[in-house]
């Protein structure tokens, strides 16, 4: 331990200067400054050289052997042989026995430290000395031994819970202050006995929870409840029997064994409900009364925190002046505890102080730093759990394990705290207390059904491994940043689903002349009888040209929006189509030429249970209907022909691959989409030179585990089932991705679903093979998925596979839509390896956020690394992109996802378009230094543009001037013929 000494010279010789009470108020409002999503994303670095990484277990939990070899019975034992409990630790996972496995398990994981509790009753089996078990101590010693021989540090927990039951029958326990001494005589054997090889010492753990809950609420061991005063008169004898241990250990073990001592504090972390400084208070108050009510005595001055004075008043014992001292800096180091023990899950909601639980590790660190001005901080316990179902494939723990881990790394890099060690909770699976066997916390699966308690490696384990091995996340190139430029014919768009539609002709183009009323408010009005002058004009209709000075505005080169089947034919027959709507169209892929953008369109989007099929045709049986798909055709021919002169590019379907859709549909959208595809190519491709495809929804999935080849397959057949039902038919072989038929065949065999996946007859199959120009895909977000049972609720049964995020994603509001910018490089990668060198088109891309932040942070981050994986994807990876578009193009169509938000009429500019603009405008991302890229585009015709907008207004005033000219060259005509006949009299 010496090397540690030099490296972390503070932690030992208590070198840190008075806390400063109340500092940690300030903790809530630095975090709420800190940029966001940035200060969100995940860190890769790693830990300060000879970080204590360690794995900790608890006596009752794992050891067993209740009645064996002279162990007396611990309130423990007692207290589940009481009320309705039905499970016990009376074998726990017979750790008592196992040893050696437990020393397999520890040299798996690499762990430098230990940390184990000692059993009070296994030593002394009536609590006081006169009752030693030297077999007790025997397995201590050589638990001791054989970890040393391992190179493993022990650090060794005097009470975790488990007090002798005759001590709580005799003195009601923690209750009265005669624990003090036994206590202090309990420690001072194990000092003596243990201290030469133990180097870390906790004396209680999580007095909050044997106090408050022990004897307060009566979830736990003893079970004591209905004395409210009682849980604060256990914590001050608590306290002091600390001190005492520390005290004896000071004086007399110290100098010779070298070691520390501190006391194990658990806490929640909380969140103020509301932004204000009285929710703040609320918090620091919750904090104390958790954390604070131990804390603040070992490492302040003595007492208890202000707040719980002040709520308690006489409810609460005092220290007289001599104990506070002598209490005060009992503690060589914090020894925090962290996760789901019930000092996290507080149960009573008064110590919340209407206040919000959360998970925020690192926050609680800064605030320990802050309230007691930087102490060296061990972690001595941290993790989550799994359901008590969980065998070896544990994804819940390891993320969150993963994401307390990543948050202690933040913790130490950027708020500069002083954390030497962090314990994974814990090794083995175990007897939870009060939860029992429902949950699972080991790194390493027990086998409770099995005689020996066989112990296996779970995914959490060999992820810690690793872990430790690599001393954290060492930064990875794929994760940085790439710099270079997209070729310059790279499509930059934007999408929408739909645009706002105004068919309605200014008042200037009607069709009658109009007078103006000048004594009646200024109002125009029709001149009886007049006659047509013109016909419509696309510059009647207002609402087009300012639709397309914001597309313009964007310097997008395309923009993409979908067309309505249901208003363009509400009766379904080519005939009856709305020539209106065509027009207005018409006039709007017209005005976006003028402004040198390209119009992409859709004739038909997906939108899930809402049908945006015409109504007669959902009426007959929507698209299972061939009646459907021919409808279909003759639309989409109907559409080439009035807006293929001004389209160039054409989507026939937009994301039609729905997983809830019956795969009889799906088989009568993709023969849809080839009919329309070939009128297309038969009939207008030579004369228009468009191209054509579909749009596949494509989030990429993960494999929740990487660890063997087995990991794999679970997210191969999401995504087979996912894109390759639509894609593989159309740029594959022509007929469904095999995966698929072999996996639902076996499921209607063994499990008798209706699962039944249409064939393609050979017609079909020529229809639909190569119906495509280009590969066209809408990405959001990554999900992860692996082969086990975690939460029904989102565990797919269809596919047999559990659907998680990482909990160290930055999270969007949208539900189940973390960022995760390197699922889109990895999305194209998988196109271009089942499909090698085919063109692909990234044709929607975004992140929903709140449609009232203007400064759209959250958007800006999402934007600029997307489309920098996209650059990794085009430019490492030799992906055939062609094109990115994003979306969305404002709020108003497409809620919550626009670069353009609204007030009322307003149109309101988010920070998000600038961004996104300086990216088009650079073709990607020089790097500094780098000569710009010159590309020859089209000038834009803004001056030109500028009149177009202001041709309704143009067209009147040349109306009235013509009315001008021809009123003078009447009245010259006239006058001139007047004189004539005049002179000729």
């Given amino acids: 331990m010496t090397v540690v000494w030099l490296v972390f010279p503070l932690v030992f010789l208590g070198q840190w200067t008075v806390a400063d009470p109340g500092a940690g108020l300030r903790t809530w409002d630095r975090f709420s400054k800190l940029p966001y999503p940035g200060d969100k994303a995940f860190l890769y670095d790693v830990f300060p050289d000879k970080f204590m990484w360690a794995v900790g277990t608890a006596a009752y939990s794992v050891e067993g052997a209740w009645e064996k070899d002279g162990k ?81 540090q022990a650090v060794v927990t005097l009470y975790h819970w488990d007090l002798p039951e005759r001590l709580q029958t005799l003195f009601g326990g923690w209750s009265n202050p005669v624990m003090v001494e036994l206590f202090r005589e309990y420690a001072d054997f194990c000092f003596r006995t243990f201290g030469s090889d133990v180097k870390f010492w906790i004396t209680v753990d999580n007095p909050f929870v044997v106090a408050w809950h022990g004897y307060g609420t009566g979830v736990v061991a003893p079970g004591v409840k209905n004395d409210s005063d009682l849980p604060f008169r256990v914590g001050h004898n608590l306290l002091k029997a600390h001190a005492a241990a520390w005290h004896l250990y000071d004086g007399r073990y110290r100098p010779g064994q070298g070691g520390r001592v501190s006391m194990a504090l658990a806490s929640h972390w909380i969140k103020p409900s509301r932004t204000r400084k009285e929710n703040h208070r609320a918090c620091q108050c919750s904090l104390d009364f958790v954390l604070g009510w131990f804390a603040r005595p070992l490492f302040v001055d003595g007492d208890y925190p202000p707040c ?89 723990h390891m993320y969150y394990l993963k994401r307390f881990i990543m948050e202690t790394l933040k913790a130490i890099r950027f708020d500069r705290v002083n954390v030497i060690g962090y314990t994974a909770w814990s090794l083995l699976d175990g007897y939870e207390w009060y939860r ?21 490696p779970k995914t959490s384990a060999t992820f810690y491994s690793k872990l430790i091995e690599k001393n954290g996340f060492p930064p990875l190139p794929e ?65 087009l040209a300012h639709q397309a000075a914001h597309v313009q505005n964007m310097r997008v080169s395309h923009f993409h929006f979908s067309l309505n089947w249901s208003s363009i034919i509400p009766t379904g027959r080519v005939a009856d189509a709305n020539e209106t709507l065509l027009r207005y169209y018409q006039c709007f892929v017209s005005e976006l030429q003028k402004v040198n953008v390209t119009p992409v369109v859709t004739l038909w ?45 054409w989507i026939t379907l937009n994301e039609p691959n729905d997983e809830d859709l019956e795969y009889a549909v799906g088989h009568q959208l993709l023969r849809a989409h080839a009919l329309a595809w070939r009128v297309y190519d038969r009939e207008f491709r030579k004369a228009q030179g468009g191209k054509a495809s579909l749009v596949l929804h494509m989030d990429w999935v993960e494999p929740a585990f990487s660890f063997s080849r087995e990991d794999v397959a679970p997210a191969n057949r999401v995504l087979d089932f996912r894109v390759g039902w639509f894609a593989e038919p159309i740029f594959g072989g022509g007929d469904y991705p095999e995966v698929m038929r072999s996996w639902l ?21 020529m229809l639909v093979k190569g119906t495509y120009d280009f590969f066209a895909i809408s990405h959001f977000t990554t999900s992860m998925v692996y082969d086990g049972v975690e ?63 203007f400064e759209d942070s959250l958007r800006i981050y999402y934007l600029y690394n997307y489309i920098n994986e996209a650059l990794k994807a085009h430019t490492l990876d030799g992906v055939n992109l062609k094109g990115y578009f994003a979306y969305a193009f404002n709020d108003r169509r497409d809620p ?45 015709a803004r001056a030109g543009h500028e009149l177009l907008r202001k041709q309704p207004v143009l067209g009147f005033l040349s109306l009235v001037s013509s009315c001008l000219l021809i009123t003078v060259g009447l009245i010259i005509y006239y006058t001139v013929q007047r004189r004539r006949l005049t002179g000729q009299k």
């Fill in 72 to 152: 007396g019975k611990s309130i423990w034992d007692t207290f589940t042989r009481g009320g309705t409990r039905v499970s016990r630790g009376d074998v726990g996972s017979d750790s008592y026995h196992n040893i050696p496995g437990d020393i397999r398990a520890l040299q798996q994981l690499g762990v430098s430290h230990y940390r184990f509790s000692l059993s009070w009753p296994r030593i002394f089996s009536n609590g006081t000395k006169e009752s030693l078990s030297e077999k007790g101590v025997d397995y201590y010693k050589s638990l001791i031994r054989a970890l040393k021989d391992i190179k493993v």
């Fill in 308 to 396: 719980m004075k002040h709520n308690l008043t006489h409810r609460l014992p005092s220290f007289t002046e001599a104990e506070r001292v002598y209490i005060n800096g009992t503690a060589d180091f914090f020894a925090l505890s962290h996760g789901p023990a019930l000092s996290f899950q507080l149960i009573n909601d008064s110590l919340r102080f209407g206040q919000t639980e959360d998970l925020g590790l690192r926050m609680l660190l800064y605030w320990v730093r802050a309230e007691y001005n930087n102490p060296p901080i061990f972690v001595v316990e941290s993790g989550w759990y799994g359901s008590g179902n969980t065998k070896t494939k544990d994804a819940k």
């Fill in 436 to 456: 029992e066997y429902g949950i699972r916390r080991g790194l390493f699966f027990v086998d409770f059904n099995t005689p020996d308690l066989k112990r296996e």
């Fill in 479 to 543: 994760n940085r940043p790439a710099h270079g430029l997209f070729p310059c014919d790279f499509t930059w768009g934007v999408a929408a689903n739909s645009i706002q539609v105004d068919a309605t002709p200014a008042q200037f183009a009607d069709p009658s002349v109009y007078i103006w009323n000048i004594s009646g408010g200024g109002e125009l009005r029709k001149v009886a009888g007049a006659q047509k002058l013109r016909p419509h004009h696309c510059s009647d209709y207002s609402l």
């Fill in 605 to 649: 989007h997906h939108t899930g249970k809402l049908s945006s099929l015409p109504a007669p045709m959902e009426d007959s049986g929507g698209w299972q209907s061939e009646g459907t798909v021919q409808a279909f055709a003759e639309y989409a021919r109907l559409c080439f022909q009035r807006l293929g002169a001004q389209v160039q590019m």
């Fill in 745 to 765: 065949q076996q499921r209607n065999n063994i499990d008798l679903f209706n699962y039944h996946l249409p064939a393609f007859s050979k017609d079909d199959q």
């Fill in 791 to 853: 939460d029904k609720y989102t565990f797919k049964d269809k596919l047999q596979v559990q659907l998680i995020s990482d909990v160290t994603w930055i999270m969007s509001p949208r539900r189940n839509s973390p960022v995760v910018p390197w699922g889109l490089r990895k999305a194209l990668n998988w196109v271009n390896s089942r499909y090698q060198g085919v063109p692909i088109y990234v044709m929607a891309n975004g992140v929903q956020e709140d449609t009232a932040r």
């Fill in 896 to 940: 919550g996802f626009g670069m353009y938000g609204h007030v009322e009429a307003e149109v309101i500019l988010k920070s998000s378009l600038a961004h996104y603009r300086n990216i088009i405008q650079h073709n990607g991302f020089p790097g500094a230094g780098a000569a710009r890229l010159q590309c020859a585009r089209a000038p834009v």
